[in-house]
């Protein structure tokens, strides 16, 4: 049984470029959350998704959008990178509407130059 | 305030050790706790739940404490395998709100 899966593992951007960081959820899991780890800190939420909408979000500007396919996987789109966008990008799934027991994915390390 | 408040640590113990820290949160309204651990570079996973009552797993007891917003976490008879960062994480609304980490090195 696969677990949370992320894609790519690690990225180099450069400043005001774009990015798009991919998840695939467990299997059995309908709902996504992003996280963004700085160094030395604990995840920060990002958003939620669940049946295809953003459900929840947490303190980050605009720049940050995200999407939910059908079948559950999960884009994070990221624009205008700044230097401060380097972080270990974090995809967590889990189950229903109640379930909050979130399963990671090993995450994508952004470095912005 | 940060909504979730841990002690950094780090704690260096030796094998056998008990080791012990907590954190604190701010939103009275949150719903559920958890431990998570994170390993140098690799993602969190799930150490257990905390419920108001206590509960243990193993060598690991959590509690919580709700009118003080404070939440324990107690690892006896430490083993290597034990050195890793403890997340404090609380949910409200969906959201799991994380804090810093607690780091534990165990040496022999």
């Known amino acids: 049984d696969a677990g949370v899966t992320q894609s790519p593992t690690h990225l180099i951007k450069t400043r005001g470029q774009q990015v798009t960081l991919r998840c695939s959820p467990k299997s059995g899991h309908d709902t996504v959350s992003w996280y963004q780890q700085a160094l030395g800190q604990g995840p920060q939420f990002i958003f939620q998704?669940?049946?295809?909408?953003?459900?929840q979000r947490g303190n980050f500007p605009d720049r940050f959008s995200g999407h939910q396919f059908p079948n559950y996987s999960s884009e994070l789109n990221v624009n205008a990178l700044l230097l401060g966008d380097s972080a270990l990008y974090l995809c967590?799934?889990?189950?229903?509407?109640?379930?909050?027991?979130?399963?990671f994915g090993q995450g994508t390390r952004l470095t912005v130059v | 305030r940060k909504e979730v408040e841990q002690d950094p640590g780090p704690f260096n113990v030796p094998e056998g050790a008990t080791v012990a820290f907590n954190c604190t949160y701010s939103n009275s309204a949150s719903q559920s706790f958890f431990w998570y651990r994170q390993d140098c570079r690799k993602e969190p996973k799930l150490l257990m739940s905390v419920y108001s009552s206590g509960n243990e797993d193993g060598r690991f007891t959590a509690q919580l404490n709700r009118a003080s917003q404070y939440i324990s976490l107690l690892i006896r008879d430490s083993k290597l395998s034990d050195s890793a960062t403890y997340l404090c994480v609380v949910e409200w609304k969906y959201k799991l709100s994380f804090g810093a980490g607690t780091t534990v090195t165990v040496r022999a």
């Open positions: 998704y669940y049946e295809e909408e953003e459900r």
């Open positions: 967590a799934s889990s189950f229903g509407q109640d379930d909050t027991e979130a399963f």
